[in-house]
């Protein structure tokens, strides 16, 4: 039973590092976004001639 309290705190701890990091990265691509929106938005722009 200590065993298996310990797999199950382990596994809870390494959820808990994964749940943080995929946390920055959303907050990361959601900070990215709007810059790579406006990129392809004056790319769009430039292709079609009504820069």
Request: hydrophobic share 40%.
């Amino acid at each position: 039973m200590v065993h298996m309290d310990h797999a199950v705190a382990t596994m809870a701890n390494d959820l808990s590092k994964i749940s943080s990091q995929l946390e920055a990265l959303s907050n990361d691509i959601s900070a990215a976004e709007p810059k790579y929106s406006i990129c392809h938005f004056e790319l769009s722009q430039d292709r079609t001639g009504f820069s």
